[in-house]
């Protein structure tokens, strides 16, 4: 069965610097992988997703993911954090009949 | 741009009572869905649809029910809310079956007393 992890439920940076919020998967098929981002009081924001092609996928607002079969791993950073992307970051993983499934989240703190 | 609504930001209900949540997109899309929102776990899938008058249970089904009569209409239903089923509801839609993502609403934060 198809299952993700995100390592890390809170994640705290300063202003500038890399951010790195790690995500595994567990799938029994070439899995299609996603990042959301959700910011206080609203629904959740596709910032890019894995098909198939490229294993670096670049998305919205400078992140960046990259596809590791070997690491059964999507990662997403960015290389300098605004105070902007403080919010809620969710991986997710597409199961055959279309369903998500999803991490449980982890929280972005940018310091300034 | 894919634009999905629910009826309400905030509820506030009373254990017992019957309660509605809907969601409407404008996209014609075919597959909709519902998930509530708890801290530290993630978004948890509810019931899904795939079509008009079709309804699939996702993981959590226990306590809910859907109405799906309209495509762009996707309606949860809490027969009898109780406080276990305060929560962040969220819906979402997507077409077809392919890898396209799912467009989220901004959620309705149920809270049941």
């Known amino acids: 069965a198809q299952s993700v992890t995100q390592l890390g439920s809170h994640v705290s940076v300063s202003e500038g610097a890399l951010v790195l919020l790690r995500c595994n998967y567990s799938s029994s098929v070439p899995p299609y992988l996603f990042w959301y981002v959700q910011y206080p009081n609203q629904g959740l924001q596709l910032l890019l997703k894995y098909t198939t092609g490229a294993t670096l996928v670049k998305g919205i607002n400078g992140f960046e993911a990259e596809f590791k079969k070997s690491e059964t791993s999507f990662h997403l950073t960015k290389p300098s954090a605004h105070m902007s992307d403080a919010a809620e970051y969710f991986c997710a993983v597409k199961v055959p009949t279309g369903k998500l499934i999803f991490g449980q989240g982890t929280t972005l703190q940018v310091k300034p | 741009d894919v634009k999905v609504t629910q009826s309400s930001r905030y509820l506030v209900k009373r254990t017992g009572e019957k309660v509605f949540l809907e969601c409407v997109q404008d996209?014609?899309?075919?597959?909709m869905f519902w998930y509530r929102q708890d801290p530290g776990l993630g978004l948890r899938l509810i019931y899904f649809s795939y079509d008009v008058k079709m309804k699939e249970k996702g993981d959590i089904p226990e306590g809910y029910s859907v109405s799906r009569e309209k495509k762009e209409r996707f309606s949860l239903i809490l027969e009898s809310a109780s406080t276990n089923q305060t929560s962040m509801y969220l819906c979402?839609?997507?077409?077809?079956?392919?890898?396209?993502?799912?467009?989220f609403g901004p959620g309705t934060r149920l809270t049941v007393l």
């Open positions: 996209m014609d899309h075919e597959n």
């Open positions: 979402a839609s997507s077409s077809g079956f392919s890898y396209n993502e799912q467009f």
